[in-house]
């Protein structure tokens, strides 16, 4: 079992920048993936950022340029700052790990991005 805990969200400027953190139970190192998921109202969860063992992470492309993805072994702790965000990035964020076959989520975080 992998507990996932999010946090750093909240209420925004356009133009403003937030950094979530997602806390795992265990070390970063047991999951052979990572990533960063939001749902706006009415729409389908969307993946925002890839995180693989190794290499770079992945973006959407409506985020390429804004969003940075970082992990902290010694925390269990993965982040997305985002910057330059804007209303569209309006959302509940997710994170997911995967370890072996299953996926475990986060209750996500609410990001608010609004004048």
């Known amino acids: 079992q992998v507990q996932l805990v999010e946090s750093g969200g909240g209420l925004v400027q356009p133009g403003g920048s937030l950094r979530l953190s997602c806390a795992a139970s265990r070390s970063l190192f047991s999951f052979n993936a990572m990533g960063w998921y939001r749902q706006a109202p009415g729409k389908e969860r969307e993946l925002v950022a890839a995180i693989r063992s190794s290499g770079s992470p992945n973006f959407a492309d409506s985020v390429k340029g804004r969003f940075t993805a970082s992990r902290d072994f010694a925390k269990n702790t993965v982040y997305l700052q985002m910057n330059s965000l804007k209303p569209e990035d309006t959302a509940v964020y997710f994170c997911?790990?995967?370890?072996?076959?299953?996926?475990?989520w986060g209750q996500g975080t609410q990001v608010t991005v609004s004048s």
């Open positions: 997911k790990v995967s370890m072996g076959p299953n996926d475990y």
